[in-house]
């Protein structure tokens, strides 16, 4: 966001500016004595631009923009106006450069029009540098909005995660201690990489394939059949970085819509190209008990596609669809610019 000193700087910068103009103008159309001459007229008109130039933005205009005393401010606008036109007649009168009463009203029509061009300069500059300072303010809100709808996104998955994986520990807890003290130690696991790594903007592709090695260990202990999961992975996974658990919602989905029965009913593939990641989860499609029909649910999915939608805008694509009942969800993500 722009700072106080540069925006009371880009006034001093536009009228160098000016300067510079002014000068390459004038210069090549005047020599010998009459170069100095024209030099010091245009030092004074310059300054006396200056200062109705900034009466006006710095005094008037932001009153005027905010809507504060208008009729006051606007009666000021046109009394600066006519009346500031015989302090250019003085300044002239001083200075030599005006001596009988035909100069006079030459220097005071003159300094009217000089006055009304610093007031359109002074309106012009004004608005867009109050305009870009609300759009800077702007930008800077809705990145503030993203970052904390991104916290709340993170805060419903982890609950979501936490209390179907103890769900799954409770189911076996009662007969088969080994396996208890087992899962405990991968959702240990789990919750130090969610709790100490996850709420960071990115994470290495390494931790958070551990992660998903974990949740894929703790759903096996739940089932006799070991082979219905595939988990592959392709390509170069070091010194990735991503955003944490962007992944685990379509992999947590398929086990718990997805079919266990038979060998890779399950298949998880993550590949990494240039630039990419390619990930595709596909599971057979179960038939859904009457009260898993009824249950109101969808949350991760849905909040995944928001954090997608955050995080690459116009960088990602997202593939839902069922073939030969497989369901099958394929994700491609550009890391080019993230």
Not at 100 to 116: A, E, N
Request: with cysteine; proline share 3%; glycine share 4%.
């Amino acid at each position: 966001m722009l700072s106080r000193r540069t925006l009371a700087v880009i006034p001093l910068v536009f009228w160098l500016i000016l300067v510079v103009i002014k000068l390459i103008r004038t210069i090549p159309l005047v020599e010998g004595a009459h170069l100095l001459n024209s030099m010091y007229t245009l030092l004074i008109t310059t300054l006396l631009d200056i200062v109705s130039f900034s009466f006006y933005y710095y005094l008037i205009f932001p009153k005027l923009i905010n809507k504060t005393q208008i009729f006051l401010n606007t009666l000021l606008t046109i009394v600066f106006w006519g009346l500031y036109s015989f302090v250019w007649v003085w300044i002239y009168k001083l200075t030599g450069r005006a001596e009988v009463y035909s100069d006079f009203v030459i220097v005071y029509k003159s300094s009217l029009g000089h006055t009304l061009l610093s007031m359109l300069y002074a309106i012009i500059l004004r608005l867009s540098v109050d305009w870009f300072h609300k759009y800077q303010r702007q930008m800077e809100l809705e990145k503030q909005n993203s970052i904390t709808e991104l916290a709340l996104l993170r805060s419903q998955i982890n609950p979501h995660f936490l209390f179907n994986t103890l769900n799954n520990i409770n189911s076996f807890s009662a007969n088969n201690p080994e396996k208890t003290s087992y899962a405990i130690i991968k959702l240990s696991d789990i919750m130090r990489y969610m709790l100490y790594e996850a709420n960071g903007e990115k994470v290495l592709l390494e931790r958070e394939i551990d992660y998903i090695k974990n949740f894929i260990a703790l759903q096996k202990l739940r089932y006799k059949e070991r082979d219905f999961v595939k988990f592959d992975i392709k390509g170069e996974t070091s010194k990735l970085f991503i955003p944490p658990m962007i992944f685990l919602p379509f992999i947590e989905n398929a086990f718990k819509h997805g079919s266990i029965i038979g060998v890779n009913a399950i298949e998880i593939l993550l590949e990494v190209g240039e630039n990419q990641i390619d990930f595709r989860c596909k599971n057979q499609i179960r038939k859904l008990t009457d009260t898993e029909k009824n249950h109101v649910g969808g949350l991760g999915i849905k909040n995944i596609k928001r954090r997608l939608e955050l995080l690459f805008p116009s960088k990602h694509k997202l593939k839902i669809f069922e073939e030969n009942n497989v369901y099958i969800v394929e994700l491609n993500i550009q890391l080019d610019e993230y």
